[in-house]
Each structure stands twice: as C-alpha cells, then as structure tokens.
C-alpha cells in the first residue's frame, strides 16, 4: 500500500468548459506530516482538499496513493435522522472499524471533544459547534492514515479548539498525515512542516521563515540520564533546545504539541528525566494560571 | 461493502422518506389488482408498476445524504463505492417490496388464465412472477441511477427524465422489462406461464453498466 499521496501537474475545473480553478500542482503529502494549505477566500483550497481526500478526481494530472483518509468538511449537516453516537458508530464502521469498536470510539472522541453529553441527542438538536463537533469526532474514529480538515476548528469551543490541535499533534507523532485549512494564522503555528499557499490557481511553497506569531510555547525542561540523546520527534518538533546545564535541557515545544514531545521522552530508550513544564504564558485556556488551584 | 450499505439503510429506513413510493406502489396495486383475478395478469401488473418506484427509491437515495455527510463516507470508501452504496441500497428495499407484492398478489389472485379456462398452480405463477419483478426492480434503479446526481444534476432535468425513462423501460420493445412483462400478460392469455431466463440476465447487465457509469461520473462531477 502506497502511503505517499502524489500530486502531479493536478488540475481542476468544474464542467467541461469552466474556468482553471486550480492548475499545475504538485504536492506530495508523505505520512507523518503536518501541511498546512493557506490562501484567500475562492482561491481553490477548498477544491485541493477534496482531490487530496480523493472526493473528486483531477481534471488533468495524476494523483497516486490511497493511504485511509478521513475528511472534515467546512460545514456538517444536521439533517441526518440519527443521535451524535448512532451517527458516529455508523461512520466509524464506514471507516472500517467493528461496531463495538466504532461505538466506543464514538464515545471517547465526543467526551474528548466536550460533546459526551448530547451521544444521545438527534443530530437534528444539536448547535452548530456541537454538530461540528460530531464532524471532528467521525475524522479521528478509526486513526486515519491521512486527515484532510477544512476549517474544522471554526465553531468549536476553545477546549475543543484545543483538543482538536492535539489530536493533530498525536496524528502526525503516529505516522498519520495531516493536511489543513484554517484561516486562523496562529493555528497551530510553528508545527507544520510544509505551508503551501493558494494563488491565481497554482501552488507554491512558503519557504520563508514566517515572520507570522509562532503559537503558545511550552517550556519543558529535562534531565538526561547519562548518554541520553533528544528522541528525534522531540528536536524536530522543538522550537528552541538549549543546553542549560550538562545534561540539563530546556525544550521550547508548541503548546499543541506538548504531550506528544513529552511522550516521546518518557518513552525513550534510556528515559528523560521531567524536571518541570511550565505552561504558556498566553495560553487562552488558562488566562491566569496564578490564580488557579 | 456491509458498513456504508447499513448506514445508507438506516439512512434511508429513518428519514421515512421512503413512504410516498410505497404507498404509491399500494395504492396502485390496491386500484389494478383485484382478488379472483386471474394471476399472471396481476403479476404482470405488480412488476411493471414497480419500475418507476424502485427508480423513485434510487432518486430518495441519492439525495437524502446531505452533502457533507456524502464528503465523509467518500473520504472512507471512495466517492464511487460510497455512491454505489446508495444505488444497491435501493435495489434492495426495491427488490424486498416486489417480493412481498409478488408474494401477496400470488396468494390474493385466481390460479386460472384468462376467462377460467386453464389452471395456472399458484407456485408456478410465483416462479414466472418474481423473476419478473427482479428484472423491473433491476432495470427502475438503473434508470434511477442513469437521470439523478451525478449524471443529472438539476431536478428540472433529472425528475421528467426519470419518469420519461421509467416509461420507457416498461413499454419499448427490446427492454426486458417489457419482455418479462409481456410474457406474463401473454401466459395469463395462453394458461402456460414460462420462466424467463433471457430478461433478468439483460436487466442485470444493463443495470450493471448502469451503476458503473453513475460510479465512475461521481468524483468528476461533484461537487
């Protein structure tokens, strides 16, 4: 099975004789990475997501690899005839997982997500975030290997906002890609590993260093065990790593991608030590950690 | 194959949009269909009403699926597995309903040919019945299939392009719907009721190419 999604000289027009909207792309989306795809309003990314989550095929140009995808569409409907679980279980075994297992997924992701207590509630009840919430939780049921999301933050709550982004870190650290549309610049700053922007129906590459904020820092320091070396997850994923003291070192990570740096020392082969994690000092989901019990 | 086909099932069962061609279908058997009269002419009735119903179904399927909750499923499976989902889906629901009018129109009606002249045994009327019923069922989804998303996108085009088809399907020579139908008809006349064997292997290549078309047109014409 190919994991490698290959974009060559794609192009896509709506009808025989529409206008180009996009034309000459070439993207690879290899596993493990986070892309995000930026560009105005119309500008066609949109209409890239869905040739990469293979919804339309191009009107010229190739695309090769099929890893297991799962997409987020900009808006979910409510207007299907079932509760948040039963619609959940239903597509969690459409992404090819057994019932038990969809239900259970079902139920972890709505809890993670803040929506654990409308499982029960018909779709057609629910509110905008929490409908938009359901659309986030069928995207991650079954792991995909590649997650297309297209502006799936607008509507969440700022906890789920941020879980959301966490789920993307915990993606990519397990071999998933994922690819995103947001048109929030600050989303998940600093993280991606390839930005792409969207102009005049082509494609190019954001090289530059954005001058754009990078995100809320986590601040962790560690100790080595002796010999220990920075799993590589973590100095790729790392902002800054500056040796503070033999053996001492103090990690700036994005704040999305915390728990995974973490886990990849924790678990490395000999351990780090966690001396501290000091959480961001604008971190929207604690304004004030002083003030906190 | 199972997962999208129960979801597009439970879809289907649960938004009860379902309903209208069903109790279409009823309605247009309870006004043809009499019991004590003779039974493959009734059969043949039964089958040719259910065309434009099982077409009807596949439009109901198609477009129940709001389109982002389409987008997911294709995502999953593919856009043409995913639409493929919603035309057996209506196969199906359209071949179970032609089995219970089948079933229910054999045991209401005569078991004798035209004027009583000669005995038709009711098991025998089944056997040339239901395979008459399959190839309507067959030959209405693919005429669904073949004037609804994604072939047909506009419901100005696509709903008189149906029912154009549906009619079609039933009375144009050389259509096995219109062969199996014909043979029912002709049988009632003669007492002699014929098993077809050449219709239902038309209906099912044709429905076939049908589907296939639908599926290969859908992720070049979406959204």
Known sequence: ?293 | MTAPLRYQADLLLRSQRWLPPVILYAAFLGVGVQSGQPVLGSLGYTAAGLLPVAAWLVRICVTAEPPAARACVAAARGPARAHLACLLTALLVAVLLGLVATVVVTLISDPMSDGHRVPVPRLRAAAAGLPAALVCALLGTAVGALTSRPVLRSRGRAVPALLLGALLAVVSAGSPAQAAVSALVTGSRTGRAPVPLLPPAGAVLLTAAAFAAAGRLVARRSP
């Open chain 1, 1 to 293: 099975m190919d994991r490698d999604l290959r974009l060559t000289a794609v192009g896509r027009r709506y009808g025989i004789r529409g206008p180009w909207v996009l034309r000459g792309v070439d993207l690879v989306v290899a596993p493990g990475t986070l892309t995000r795809i930026e560009g105005t309003n119309g500008s066609g990314k949109s209409t890239l997501l869905r040739l990469l989550a293979r919804l339309d095929a191009p009107s010229e140009g190739r695309i090769s690899g099929r890893p297991r995808t799962a997409y987020v569409p900009e808006r979910f409907p409510s207007a299907l005839p079932f509760t948040a679980a039963g619609c959940l279980t239903h597509l969690g075994t459409v992404h090819g997982l057994g019932r038990e297992a969809a239900a259970r997924a079902a139920d972890t992701w709505l809890e993670r997500l803040g929506a654990g207590a409308y499982a029960g509630t018909p779709m057609a009840r629910l509110s905008k975030g929490s409908s938009q919430k359901v659309t986030v939780a069928q995207a991650l049921l079954a792991d995909p290997e590649l997650l297309v999301l297209d502006e799936a933050w607008t509507g969440l709550d700022a906890a789920a906002r941020t879980e959301l982004e966490r789920a993307v870190a915990e993606r990519t650290a397990a071999g998933g890609a994922v690819v995103f549309v947001d048109h929030d610049p600050c989303r998940l700053a600093g993280t991606p590993d390839a930005v792409y922007t969207v102009t005049d129906g082509g494609l190019r590459r954001r090289t530059d260093p954005p001058g754009a904020p990078s995100g809320p820092v986590t601040v962790v320091t560690v100790r080595a065990a002796p010999g220990g070396r920075l799993p590589p997850d973590a100095v790729r994923i790392a902002v800054s790593a500056e040796e503070t003291a033999p053996g001492r070192r103090r990690l700036a990570v994005p704040a999305s991608h915390s728990d995974t740096v973490l886990r990849a020392l924790l678990t490395a082969r000999p351990p780090w030590h966690v001396v501290s994690v000091e959480p961001p000092s604008h971190d929207p989901q604690h304004p004030d950690p002083g003030s906190r019990p």
